[in-house]
């Protein structure tokens, strides 16, 4: 049985669909984009500072849901320019610093809102 993860710290959807899903001991993310909650849009600046705002809208769901970042196994992110991808690389680095999960990494034509990068994820429950 699957229960809705909701986070009051990540930003509404923008549309149909939740934030995240655990099924059993799993823990299934929808992909988080770089929206400030408290803004209401994309964050300010380039790649770095749209990076780590996914990342943070993840951590908070991944906390919502019964893990954190620790218990991720698999990431797929998705970047608006390949160009990023040491850029990404960098920021992704500070939130995943040892025993780095499983990722994919691709390069797509376009990304909900105009933003630079979307990140999904799956985890387990601590």
Do not use: W
Request: glycine share 10%; with cysteine.
């Amino acid at each position: 049985m699957s229960k809705v993860i909701t986070s009051k710290k990540a930003p509404d959807a923008i549309g149909p669909y939740s934030h995240g899903n655990v099924f059993g001991e799993l823990i299934f993310t929808s992909g988080q984009l770089p929206v400030c909650k408290e803004k209401g849009g994309i964050v300010d600046g380039g790649v770095a500072e749209q990076s780590r705002q996914s990342l943070e809208n993840l951590r908070s769901v991944l906390e919502a849901g019964g893990g954190d970042m620790n218990t991720v196994v698999k990431t797929t992110c998705y970047l608006a320019n390949i160009d990023d991808f040491a850029a990404f690389n960098k920021v992704y680095a500070e939130f995943f610093t040892t025993e780095c999960p499983a990722r994919s990494c691709f390069a797509v034509k376009d990304l909900p809102m105009g933003a630079l990068v979307e990140i999904e994820a799956i985890a387990y429950r601590k």
